[in-house]
């Protein structure tokens, strides 16, 4: 695992370089394949995450079986800190959507480490007040901005984490079947579809298996206003 990536996460703030190896080794980490369930919501919570490899979808099921997606995250983002936070039953169901590596650290490591290290708890406040702008941000889109403007939104976040530059735009490999894009996005399978299939039309993207090459970022930018 590359422990520069785990360091970007807002539990290692700070520190210098062998107080995070030291942390780094007190975690312990876990390998899963895509479909994996790290934890279901419900689940009491005893430990968070931090992702060093892969990505990892947060989903919340209605009772008749539909799924919305809070998030996907990716290497480098931290995950199931609310439960520890705040006790209680975990708030999302976190499943690999590829090849994935976490680290974990259980309440009781975090309660220590944070001990006489105000500066990290500080960036754990940051992250999760990030966290909440993010999410009146898509509240108030699920409300006032019509779908293909959600989905343009969702490429773009999309992009900006897990997109890399080629000839023709970025290329967003961002591991996700049409049906978990439009769980994120909030909207049908088929509306989802047609927005995409329209953005294509126009050039503004090509779409590939579990991935999107975007070849008119400042069009999207627009549409997603
Ligand atoms: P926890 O409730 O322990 O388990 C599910 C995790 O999903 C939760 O902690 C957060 O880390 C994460 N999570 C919940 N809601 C969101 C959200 N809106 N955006 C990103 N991550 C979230």
Redesign the pocket.
């Known amino acids: 695992m590359d422990h520069e990536t785990v360091r970007r996460a807002p539990l290692f703030a700070g520190l210098d370089e062998e107080a995070a190896e030291s942390l780094i080794k007190q975690m312990s980490a876990k390998h899963m394949e895509r479909g994996d369930v790290l934890?279901h919501?419900g689940d009491q919570?005893d430990r968070?995450y931090v992702i060093g490899e892969g990505k990892v979808k947060?989903g919340r099921s209605s009772v008749d079986g539909r799924e919305n997606l809070?998030?996907i995250?990716g290497p480098g983002e931290?995950?199931?800190?609310?439960?520890?936070f705040d006790p209680?039953?975990?708030?999302?169901?976190?499943t690999a959507v590829a090849e994935t590596q976490v680290l974990a650290l259980s309440t009781e490591q975090l309660r220590e480490y944070l001990q006489g290290r105000p500066q990290v708890a500080l960036t754990l406040l940051a992250a999760l007040a990030r966290?909440?702008r993010?999410?009146n941000e898509?509240l108030a889109d699920l409300v006032f901005t019509d779908v293909p403007g959600r989905v343009a939104k969702a490429l773009l976040d999309l992009a900006r984490r897990f997109g890399r530059p080629v000839d023709e735009g970025i290329m967003v490999s961002h591991d996700l079947t049409q049906e978990e894009l439009a769980q994120l996005v909030g909207a049908s399978r088929e509306t989802v579809n047609k927005a995409l299939a329209d953005f294509a039309g126009r050039g503004w993207l090509k779409l590939e298996a579990r991935a999107v090459l975007l070849m008119d970022v400042e069009r999207l930018k627009r549409r997603a206003r």
């Open positions: 934890f919501e919570g968070l947060l809070l998030a995250l931290m995950f199931g800190e609310l439960s520890l209680g039953p975990r708030t999302a169901t976190a966290r909440l993010r999410t898509s």
